[in-house]
């Protein structure tokens, strides 16, 4: 990248979400960008064989952007590659596109997420890197949720106050938080101290730890999502018919 166009972008770093047509020669963008959060932008002539948008526009990819306009959608008046071209496959393309999806349905636009933007970042370099997907997948949900004020309650019980035990069995209530597990409940997610501890201090997950985070986040993120289905999860679903099976696991990520 020239010196001119990282000056002249003034270092307004972006990865593309999704781009659909908007006529027979543009493309409508959504970006996740450093400094202004997830916009919309039209990229004019971007379908057309010749346009130097063509190669460039991909999810996955930093890039370098500018864009211009005053309404809701920002016309793109420049886009470059930054860095080597980041290639996904497979489970791991299809947990980038859950995560894309995860931003376009939760942030609102035109909002900052500088914070956040550092570990979809670090969570797409990590699935490039076919590291532990699930681990990338519950850190990057556990983030979000922070960043748009539904943060997880993982360090004390809420009925109590006392701090979470690793030993102890809780049931996590999504608006509430985690309360030590009794039989007068049936409602929220079980979950064992040592999942909540591990997700806190990110650090490792054993199987089990992995299934319980799973559905404790299943669970948090259904309810802030008021009904919105995940298109990502669909597709997952199609493709891995018998997801569900022991075998499947133990082959496929799962989110």
Do not use: W
Not at 72 to 88: F, Q
Not at 103 to 121: A, F, G, N
């Amino acid at each position: 990248m020239t010196t001119t166009f990282l000056k002249r972008f003034q270092n307004q770093f972006a990865f593309v979400l999704r781009h659909r047509p908007y006529s027979e020669t543009s493309l409508l963008v959504d970006l996740f960008t450093e400094k202004s959060g997830r916009i919309t932008a039209i990229a004019k002539g971007a379908r057309r064989l010749k346009s130097s948008y063509r190669g460039v526009l991909l999810p996955f990819q930093s890039l370098a952007v500018l864009f211009s306009g005053k309404g809701d959608v920002k016309t793109l008046t420049g886009a470059e590659s930054v860095g080597s071209r980041i290639l996904l496959s497979r489970d791991h393309l299809m947990c980038g596109f859950y995560l894309n999806e995860l931003i376009i349905k939760m942030l609102y636009r035109y909002d900052p997420y500088e914070t956040l933007y550092s570990v979809y970042e670090r969570a797409i370099d990590e699935l490039s890197s076919k590291l532990d997907a699930e681990f990338t997948l519950r850190r990057f949900e556990k983030h979000l949720l922070e960043q748009v004020g539904y943060g997880l309650h993982l360090q004390r019980d809420t009925s109590t106050g006392l701090p979470i035990d690793e030993h102890v069995l809780y049931r996590y209530l999504p608006e509430v938080g985690p309360i030590a597990n009794t039989s007068s409940r049936s409602d929220g997610v079980l979950i064992h101290g040592d999942a909540l501890i591990a997700l806190d201090q990110e650090g490792m997950f054993t199987e089990r730890v992995k299934r319980e985070l799973k559905q404790l986040n299943r669970t948090v993120l259904a309810t802030h999502l008021q009904g919105k289905p995940l298109n990502s999860r669909r597709m997952y679903a199609q493709l891995y018919p018998g997801k569900d099976s022991a075998d499947t696991q133990a082959k496929h990520v799962e989110f």
